[in-house]
């Protein structure tokens, strides 16, 4: 799928949440964690609610009606849980990041009308799912009778272009520069692996396999 199919999808909320649901990132139905019984999804409020009815006794024989009304998210256990921006706008921000080489900060800023935190933390949540997919992918070099050799490289920055090269990487400041490299690592050879039109599909395929979905 191409970045412009996607963001066409983006621009309809129900064809978003098809799309989710077929990639398995977002439950199509949900058994109720209190009776087990199967519960309905409401689109307008993207939340499961059950509608069992039981009928009880009290001590004086008389029956009496008792609903579950139980209610969850459809994000509950979801790489989505817990996020303060719209599905749509989150999903834009995954393409625009799976496209988008760095610098992409500004753009992002002005194209989603998000601050600045909000593009690192995201950006984080991203690259920790190229990194699982990494580890996932990666495989011993060398082996019995091959020399392996290993060289260093210094990442850093001149200040105005002038003088001596700087030790700090020139990586964000958020987090440690280890983290950062690996970060960055993963996101580079996950770009690198699909290409343009398989790309997203990939990273929800991806994302279904880290936040398996109980229905």
């Known amino acids: 799928m191409k970045l412009y199919q996607f963001l066409s999808i983006c621009d ?23 009776c087990d019984n199967a519960m309905d ?25 008792k609903k579950c009304d139980k209610k969850l998210s459809i ?11 719209d599905l749509q706008t989150v999903c834009r921000f995954v393409a625009y990041f799976l496209h988008i080489r760095p610098p992409r900060y500004t753009f992002l800023e002005r194209e989603l009308e998000i601050s600045d935190r909000t593009i690192v933390n995201w950006s984080g949540f991203c ?10 992918h990666s495989e011993m070099i060398g082996g019995e009778g091959q020399i392996v050799e290993i060289d260093e490289a210094k990442m850093g920055k001149r200040k105005y272009n002038k003088g001596h090269m700087q030790t700090r990487a020139n990586i964000s400041k958020d987090g440690t520069q280890k983290y950062h490299f690996v970060g960055y690592s993963a996101e580079f050879f996950f770009r690198r692996h699909y290409n343009h039109c ?5 990273f929800f395929n991806i994302m279904a396999n880290m936040y398996p979905i109980s229905e």
């Open 12 to 34: 309809d909320r129900d064809k978003l949440i098809d799309y989710l649901i077929e990639h398995r990132v977002l439950p199509s139905s949900v058994r109720c964690p209190r």
């Open 41 to 65: 999804l409401n689109r307008n409020s993207l939340f499961f609610r059950c509608y069992k009815v039981e009928y009880i006794r009290d001590c004086h024989k008389k029956k009496l009606k």
């Open 75 to 85: 994000f509950h256990n979801t790489w989505f849980a817990e996020s303060r921006l």
């Open 127 to 136: 690259r920790e799912l190229c990194i699982q997919w990494m580890k996932s």
């Open 198 to 202: 398989e790309i997203i599909d990939a």
